[in-house]
């Protein structure tokens, strides 16, 4: 019987742009058959001397097997035969797709309140939003946009306005949002409501939609200065928006929600703490002085202020939407993938990785932990919350998934 080596071919991999990248190490154990990859990368001799490939030579103590690419062939005892080899592939994360719904009711930039004023509220909001959506560090994701209410008030309260976006999914970085952003202005006279319930179920069914085209991961990022109001819910106005983020959440589909105080001028209401029940039932939590919403200051004087405070909001969401469901790569050619032969091990930089710990549960107490997607037929990688926040935390992050020719893990029995 062949010995078996590991041979580990690693690419760097960086955490950036609102996009994870990942290398992954890939060994198949080969069959009794010589058989090799076609991928110029060495083999592995157990009782022979030197491995010659593309990714350098490995000594061992044998003979030599020379391919016609270049490539390292194996032998157990200095001839073909069957030994466990290696490939390299390529992990890749879910795509990911923020679907922004911005508030531009009257309270957002209207005259009819002097702490509704428009230089303090939508103007360093619009500008914040403008910058994120034209970053180089946007790179990677996909955004769409749609605006509340709409221009026709026997249709605010309903979804249908809001089933198409204004802008809608775009890679980013893109101007169009710059541009949309310009053409819209919140105004006393046509924009008087706040239809959250009906701006969310009009964006859940174009997430849906759109899903179903494009699959991948997919959040809602509201952004709203108050609470539903001058629709049917207005006696009872949050408990049908949490239930409607409840309900995206059990289809794949967080919300997070940013909310827009109202500087201090005058006797300006200050309390948006109802917007908390939306984030958590969407699965979000900002972790901001207690608030799962990312509850945003603006100032009575420097506008600038509440600019910074709505970038540090929305880049946090972009880097916490980076998906942490790792497609498993492509077993090498003529090799079988095996789910209990995976170690994936967590790294920063070039540093060594540390493996993480398998829990097909992803009990809370369990850190530095992964799962599968479904421990059955697995198709992904899934990165425990934990772990998950860790990672996205880390703007140097490498992830690598190795797949060995030994068991490493057990999952649950079929």
Not at 163 to 170: A, E, L
Not at 235 to 244: F, G, H, M, N, S
Not at 267 to 279: F, V, Y
Request: hydrophobic share 35%.
């Amino acid at each position: 019987m062949s010995s078996r080596l590991n041979l580990m071919f690693r690419r760097a991999a960086q955490f950036s742009a609102g996009a994870l990248a990942l290398s992954s190490i890939v060994t198949a154990c080969g069959d009794d058959d010589g058989s090799e990859f076609e991928d110029g990368v060495g083999g592995s001799s157990a009782a022979g001397g030197t491995i010659n490939g593309s990714g350098g030579t490995i000594h061992s103590s044998g003979g030599t097997i020379n391919r016609p690419d270049g490539g390292g062939g194996s032998s157990a005892s200095g001839g073909a035969g069957g030994a466990c080899g290696s490939a390299k592939a390529e992990a890749t994360r879910q795509p990911v797709f923020l679907a922004f719904a911005f508030d531009v009711s009257a309270s957002m930039g209207s005259t009819l309140e002097p702490y509704y004023r428009k230089d303090l509220k939508w103007d360093p909001v619009r500008a914040a939003a403008q910058l994120f959506f034209n970053d180089s560090a946007s790179a990677g994701l996909n955004a769409s946009m749609t605006f509340f209410p709409g221009d026709n008030s026997l249709t605010w309260c309903t979804d249908s306005p809001y089933r198409t976006p204004n802008v809608p999914m775009t890679a980013l970085p893109s101007t169009a949002f710059a541009t949309a952003l310009n053409n819209v202005e919140p105004q006393l006279r046509n924009r008087t409501a706040t239809p959250t319930l009906g701006v969310m179920t009009g964006v859940i069914a174009y997430v849906n939609s759109q899903r179903a085209a494009r699959p991948g991961q997919y959040a809602i990022v509201l952004v709203t200065d108050g609470y539903p109001q001058r629709c049917p819910e207005l006696y009872d106005p949050i408990p049908p928006v949490v239930t409607a983020a409840r309900n995206a959440r059990t289809a794949g589909t967080r919300t997070y929600v940013i909310g827009v105080r109202n500087p201090p001028i005058g006797e300006a209401p200050t309390s948006l703490d109802n917007l908390n029940q939306i984030a958590l039932a969407g699965g979000t939590n900002a972790n901001q002085g207690g608030n799962a919403a990312y509850l945003i200051a603006t100032s009575a004087t420097d506008a600038n202020a509440t600019v910074q405070a709505f970038r540090t909001a929305v880049n946090e969401i972009r880097g916490q939407a980076v998906s942490c469901n790792l497609r498993i790569p492509a077993a090498p050619p003529g090799k079988t993938f095996d789910k209990r032969n995976v170690r994936v091990l967590y790294g920063t930089g070039t540093a060594p990785g540390t493996a993480l710990t398998y829990d097909q549960t992803c009990a809370p107490a369990s850190a530095n932990a992964w799962q599968y997607n479904n421990p059955t037929t697995p198709t992904e990688i899934v990165l425990c919350p934990s772990t998950c926040r860790t990672v996205q935390a880390n703007p140097q992050a490498r992830i690598d998934v190795e797949f060995t020719c030994t068991p490493e893990i057990e999952p649950p029995p079929e």
